[in-house]
């Protein structure tokens, strides 16, 4: 059975610090990328970062960029997103996702395969 558990989130204050963590089991971890998408209140889902496992490249999103840093453990099935000087905007739920890993593709624009549940991510201003 697939899975992907996302954790980490909480209440932080403006400027704060979180590490989000995905953990993931029933595929093949180090033949997929994994990417974290955020969906702020009354917004869409957006792809804020992703690192492809195959090749390490990664994307940050210009809103995260600087301030976000995405890791890969592929010892432990896991793949962090470190999230520092956080601003009220970055409140949402974030998601994890492995996507389909294609030749060539950055990972950016890598398909989702599978979903994980989300986590609650509040900044406070």
């Known amino acids: 059975e697939v899975q992907l558990q996302a954790s980490g989130g909480g209440l932080v204050q403006a400027g704060g610090s979180l590490r989000l963590s995905c953990a993931a089991s029933?595929?093949?971890?180090?033949?997929?990328?994994i990417g974290w998408f955020r969906q702020a209140p009354g917004k869409e889902r957006e792809e804020i970062s992703c690192?492809?496992?195959?090749?390490?490249?990664?994307y940050y999103a210009d809103s995260v960029k600087g301030r976000f840093t995405i890791s890969s453990d592929n010892a432990k099935n896991t793949v962090y997103l470190q999230m520092s000087n956080l601003k009220p905007e970055d409140t949402g739920v974030y998601f994890c996702?492995?996507?389909?890993?294609?030749?060539?593709?950055?990972?950016?624009?890598?398909?989702?395969?599978?979903w994980g549940q989300g986590t609650l991510v509040t900044v406070s201003s």
């Open positions: 690192i492809d496992n195959t090749d390490r490249n990664e």
């Open positions: 996702a492995a996507l389909i890993v294609d030749f060539g593709v950055r990972c950016e624009d890598l398909v989702e395969g599978y």
């Open positions: 029933g595929f093949t971890f180090g033949a997929y990328g």
